[in-house]
Nanobody, 116 residues
Framework: QVQLVESGGGLVQAGGSLRLSCAASRRSILAIDRMCWYRQAPGKQRELVATITSGGRMTSIDSVKGRFAISRDNARDTVYLQMNSLKPEDTAVYYC?????????WGKGTLVTVSR
């Protein structure tokens, strides 16, 4: 089973930046169909934020375009989410997910809190 560990969350003021990391083990990220970042704010449904496919194709939701960027380091089996110009509405638990052969694997999440 794919194991995922997120890191990099914390408290930051509005306008600041954070970089989240997702380290995969047991399987290379190049052997996984899609690596994704999701987030879930308190009392709200979990939403997809960004995706990178095994072929390197990247997508993100409109609300983070121009501010967030997903990337990967294949040698380290790590996926990143660079978050700039953070807003209070970005506050959420951020989860890394691997989707492969119809199965979903999840990390435990890392908390991002953006203050005014």
């Amino acid at each position: 089973q794919v194991q995922l560990v997120e890191s990099g969350g914390g408290l930051v003021q509005a306008g600041g930046s954070l970089r989240l990391s997702c380290a995969a083990s047991r399987r290379s990220i190049l052997a996984i169909d899609r690596m994704c970042w999701y987030r879930q704010a308190p009392g709200k449904q979990r939403e997809l934020v960004a995706t990178i496919t095994s072929g390197g194709r990247m997508t993100s939701i409109d609300s983070v375009k121009g501010r967030f960027a997903i990337s990967r380091d294949n040698a380290r089996d790590t996926v990143y989410l660079q978050m700039n110009s953070l807003k209070p509405e970005d506050t959420a638990v951020y989860y890394c997910a691997a989707i492969h052969d119809g199965w979903q694997y999840w990390g435990k999440g890392t908390l991002v809190t953006v203050s005014r």
